[in-house]
């Protein structure tokens, strides 16, 4: 078992910046795929960004590539979503998920989510 908890979300004018934190607790981190997923109002959740578990590969979405970067300490257990530049298109609701499966431009979500954590960019 793994638990998610995500924190640093908010309210962010267009062009802003956030890091999101990702505290992840149970089953061996530095062993998992850790990932990133978003959900806007009223659409389905789509892929943000992946890193392997050393953290030497990551893999994002074409929408945040060169805005977002996720990295990873395994040593606090811990995985960051730092956006910036961000967009209103960017609001939605950010979950963290753990032991992602996949390669290269396809990837599936892991069976552990956090509870999640609401991103707000205002115009």
């Known amino acids: 078992q793994v638990q998610l908890a995500e924190s640093g979300g908010g309210l962010v004018q267009a062009g802003g910046s956030l890091r999101l934190s990702c505290a992840a607790s149970g089953r061996t981190f530095s062993t998992l795929v850790m990932g990133w997923f978003r959900q806007a109002p009223g659409k389905e959740r789509e892929f943000v960004a992946v890193i392997s578990w050393s953290g030497r590969s990551t893999y994002y979405a074409d929408s945040v590539k060169g805005r977002f970067t996720i990295s990873r300490d395994n040593a606090k257990n811990t995985v960051y979503l730092q956006m910036n530049s961000l967009r209103p298109e960017d609001t939605a609701v950010y979950y963290c998920?753990?032991?992602?499966?996949?390669?290269?431009?396809?990837?599936?979500?892991?069976?552990?989510w956090g509870q999640g954590t609401q991103v707000t960019v205002s115009s």
């Open positions: 998920n753990a032991d992602l499966q996949g390669s290269s431009s396809r990837w599936y979500w892991g069976a552990y």
